[in-house]
Structure formats: C-alpha cells, structure tokens
C-alpha cells in the first residue's frame, strides 16, 4: 500500500498571503496525483488532478506541481472561502489512498 | 449537472447489516465507474469499493473485504454498498464518488450519508 503523508497538518495563513502545502507519497505515483479540498459538513471536492491540472471551475489561484513521490498545493492568495481540509490522493495503484489532509486555517 | 444522492444510513448494531444507496442524475450513469469512500468522525478519507461502468473491475479495501459487496444497477442509475458484520470501527460518513474507469480521480461526490455502528 503507498502511504501518502501531508504537510504540515494545520497551516495558518492570512487572507491574501499565499499557502504552500506539501504530499509525499511512499513510492512513485507518477503524476497520478490529486488534490481535494473539504469544507466542514460537506463532500470533498476535486481541485487538481494529474499533479498540475486544475478541475472545471477551479480558479487559477490553485496550481499544482510535482511527480513521482513529491507534491505541492499552492494557493497564491488565500481567499475566505479557501480556508478548509486539503487532501493528496494517489490514483495509480490499489489501494486508491490519501494523505491526512493539511487543515489551512485562519491566522 | 452531476448529483449523488446517498441513502439508507443509519444506527446499526454490531454485527447487523445496512445497505446503501446512491442515485445519479445529471451524467450519463453507464459513463463512469463508482466508488464509495468513508470518513470517520474527526478523521481523513478512506477509499472503500470501487466498481467499473458495468459491474465489473471490483475492488475492496483489506479492512471491508469479505464484509462488504459494492454494485450497481445501471437501468436504476443507482449504486450500493451492502454492509455486513458491522462494527464499532466501520462508523463514518460514506461518500459515493464517480470517476473515469482508469487511473483517474474521483470527479464528484455525493453528500454522504451517515452509518453509526452502536450497541
């Protein structure tokens, strides 16, 4: 099973600073790699796939990077509505897993 | 536009049985392979079940294999996930998921539903 670990696991930024988040994944993934952002009391939606593609509506603030075992979140200037859980997913071997999530909370 | 709809959770006893529903609409439902994924109370994600877009290409996590069985019926649009064996550990909210037979991600999710295994 690859092991996805997420950091840190709580970020505290201020509105309109820029949020770095980190995914290492156990052994290579390729650049099957997604990220998903959770508000609280809803579902988990779909940010960035293929380590640096962004979803349908995703705004251009987030941006992904990386391939192999090493991943990056940036959100460029963090809006009110961007504060929540961030989780990695890898998608290239079973078992499907994710990170613990990076809580990016309010400073 | 895609919506996931869960049904059927509730309080169960340890050792009972529930199952799960989740209806499609908004998306051609044969399209796309399905998943469920649960989250604890408090906790991270946790894949479950995935299923291809004709009931083939199943797969189980190790902490529900022989306990859980995922299908679908596509002339119903709907997917399940029949519990079994329930247990203290399995409580969580269970999200359906829709994605792209493949290595792809999940695309959407439904709202959850909630399953709490009590005595």
């Known amino acids: 099973e690859i092991v996805m670990t997420q950091s840190p696991a709580t970020l505290s930024v201020s509105p309109g600073e820029r949020a770095t988040l980190s995914c290492r994944a156990s052994q290579s993934v390729s650049s099957n790699l997604a990220w998903y952002q959770q508000k609280p009391g809803q579902a988990p939606r779909l940010l960035i796939y293929g380590a640096s593609t962004r979803a349908t509506g995703i705004p251009g603030r987030f941006s992904g990077s990386g391939s192999g075992t090493e991943f990056t979140l940036t959100i460029s200037s963090l809006q009110s509505e961007d504060f929540a859980v961030y989780y990695c997913q890898q998608y290239n071997n079973w078992p499907l897993t994710f990170g613990g999530g990076t809580k990016v909370e309010i400073k | ?119």
């Open chain 2, 1 to 119: 536009e895609v919506q996931l709809l869960e049904s059927g959770g509730g309080l169960v006893q340890p050792g009972g049985s529930l199952r799960l529903s989740c209806a499609g609409s908004g998306f051609t439902f044969s399209n796309y392979a399905m998943a469920w994924v649960r989250q604890a109370p408090g906790k991270g994600l946790e894949w479950v079940s995935s299923i291809g877009n004709f009931g083939g290409s199943i797969s189980y996590a190790d902490s529900v294999k022989g306990r859980f069985t995922i299908s679908r019926d596509n002339s119903k649009n709907t997917l399940y996930l029949q519990m079994t064996s329930l247990r203290a550990e399995d409580t969580a909210a269970y999200f359906c998921a829709i994605k792209i037979l493949g290595s792809y991600p999940f695309e959407s999710w439904g709202q959850g539903a909630q399953v709490t295994v009590s005595s």
